[in-house]
């Protein structure tokens, strides 16, 4: 590797909650970390989890100065620690997705001329037209998704442009609903950035593009064409391509860090600063995930990343251009309904105890004698359904199922729903393929045997609460290499492997192959059932 040791990469991650740093060496050990949580550290913006929530309950923002303030703090927290900013070769970053920020007229002349015996905070005060950024929790634009996916021929032809149907979130809807709702503000706008491009903008000194992964998020980039779809541009602004600017690979070297940092806090002046990238893809490069790979967070929803080659975007989930290999393609699905569902079902049938749940598990039949069921405890997202189904082996719906396998067919469906999804979306299992499983579930050996079994694939335990800051490092030590031809995967062989949990019986395939056709069938027959 051409690091040198005493060269540092510096990652950023400007999630929801808080602004995190890390630093790794030229052996990616991570060698420094450091954070500023918004609500306590930042109590003056009255954020309650980073966020405000609107009177309307669905319109949901950030104030963009408290993202500004945070990189001073956390800044000053690194000088006083004694971190030397001089042995930074390059940083990059992540911001949660789908947020954005809009520059007020003449911003990019401020940034260009950051006095550096002022903070940041001081100096960009007048910098934005909006002052409350709207984020990923945001679902007040329905109305502009409605008319997006007309534009485009349909939901359909939508997401076989842009990687997603529609989503209330996703920032061209929320710049159309900003233009219609507040057009004074609009008018006074010279430059659109998503959160991961205002922060690298903060660091360049100058207005920074928009990457292909993060821009993916947006219902308005072609995932195909690397560009933004005229169609989409047209139906959401006029002249949106010059307020977006043209997007750049996510690989890419945006410049020097400006002149500002070099004065203030010490960083050399040949310091590169390396495109942002949503939280997301910093993740899946966090996690290093290979081709052939899935990764499976076990959490309050269960979220499925899967590294891609040939996409089939569909009604469902979102594919996204990938932040580490320009020919490939990442996906995300998420499912509501997922450890709160299986808490009530241990709650309900092994006493609430994870000992007699996994124990159950243990004692019953891989493909559980044909039994299965789907239990959506809330309206889950992938597939739109809500309630609790059961089928019996001969495809009978049933009322109940004695309380071991009402256990294993909730572990069973929910992971033939994670598998049978992403197939839909483009995801094969090859030979090699690992599941990287992650999250409070990703601690019960018997649920991720279930998990091996299920896609016939070896199981992997990683930790993922640095994996968007670890992955922006990484993709900052990757981007000094990228244009001489070096991939991001020979760039992080050397970072410490996961560890294997599990292996799949040998009778998995067959069973669950066999059995993964019946339950499509079935959910299809969830999906056409009246909704109570």
């Not at 893809?281 to 269960?302: E, F, H, K």
Request: proline content about 5%; glycine content about 8%; overall charge negative.
């Amino acid at each position: 590797m051409a690091a040198g040791r005493d060269s540092l990469y510096l990652g950023l991650d400007f999630s929801t909650q808080q602004l995190k740093a890390v630093v790794i060496d030229g052996n990616l050990s991570v060698v420094h970390q450091s954070s500023v949580q918004f609500d306590s550290e930042l109590p003056h913006f009255r954020t309650q989890g980073g966020v405000h929530i609107h009177a309307d309950r669905l319109t949901v923002t950030s104030p963009v100065l408290m993202w500004v303030q945070a990189l001073d703090l956390l800044l000053d927290k690194m000088k006083r620690a004694g971190f030397n900013f001089a042995d930074v070769r390059a940083l990059s970053g992540s911001g949660q997705q789908h947020g954005s920020v809009f520059w007020r007229t003449g911003a990019s002349e401020t940034l260009k001329h950051l006095e550096p015996d002022q903070n940041l905070e001081q100096l960009l005060q007048d910098s934005f037209s909006v002052s409350d950024s709207p984020v990923w929790m945001d679902s007040s634009s329905s109305k502009q998704c409605l008319d997006l996916e007309a534009a485009a021929g349909g939901a359909e032809r939508l997401a076989e442009i842009t990687g997603s149907r529609g989503y209330e979130r996703f920032t061209g809807n929320q710049i159309a609903k900003l233009r219609q709702t507040r057009p004074d503000e609009f008018m006074d706008t010279e430059r659109i950035s998503l959160v991961s491009s205002f922060a690298a903008s903060l660091f360049l000194g100058g207005y920074a593009a928009i990457d292909y992964s993060d821009g993916s998020g947006m219902n308005l980039l072609d995932i195909r064409t690397r560009n933004w779809s005229q169609i989409c541009l047209e139906a959401t602004a006029p002249h949106l391509d010059q307020l977006l600017g043209a997007p750049l690979p996510s690989t890419s070297v945006l410049g020097p860090v400006s002149s500002y940092y070099v004065h203030r806090y010490g960083f050399s002046e040949s310091c590169s600063v390396v495109s942002f990238t949503g939280d997301n893809p910093a993740s899946l490069a966090g996690m290093r995930l290979q081709p052939g790979d899935i990764a499976v967070s076990l959490g309050t929803s269960d979220t499925v990343f899967l590294w891609i080659q040939k996409p089939r975007p569909a009604l469902e989930g979102h594919v996204f251009c990938s932040p580490v290999d320009q020919e490939a393609f990442m996906a995300l699905l998420c499912f509501k309904n997922g450890s709160l569902t299986r808490e009530r079902i241990r709650n309900e049938c092994a006493g609430g105890s994870w000992e007699v749940f996994s124990a159950m598990l243990k004692d019953t039949p891989l493909g559980n004698n044909g039994n299965i069921g789907f239990y959506f405890d809330t309206m889950e997202i992938t597939p739109p359904a809500v309630g609790v189904h059961r089928f019996d082996s001969d495809d009978s719906e049933v009322s109940s199922f004695s309380p071991q396998v009402e256990v294993r067919a909730l572990v069973e469906g929910q992971f033939l729903s994670r598998r049978l999804h992403a197939e839909r979306l483009g995801y094969s299992i090859v030979p090699g393929t690992r599941v990287l499983a992650t999250g409070g579930a990703s601690s019960n050996k018997e649920i991720l045997q279930v998990l091996s079994d299920v896609f016939n694939a070896p199981v992997f335990t990683i930790d993922l609460s640095d994996s968007a800051c670890l992955g922006s490092a990484y993709r900052a030590l990757h981007g000094l290499v990228a244009d001489s031809g070096v991939s991001f995967l020979d760039v992080v062989k050397n970072a410490p492997e996961p560890q294997r949990a599990t292996t799949p019986h040998t009778s998995a395939k067959q069973v669950y192959d066999r059995m993964l056709q019946r339950f499509a069938r079935l959910e299809e027959r969830v999906l056409q059932k009246p909704r109570p």
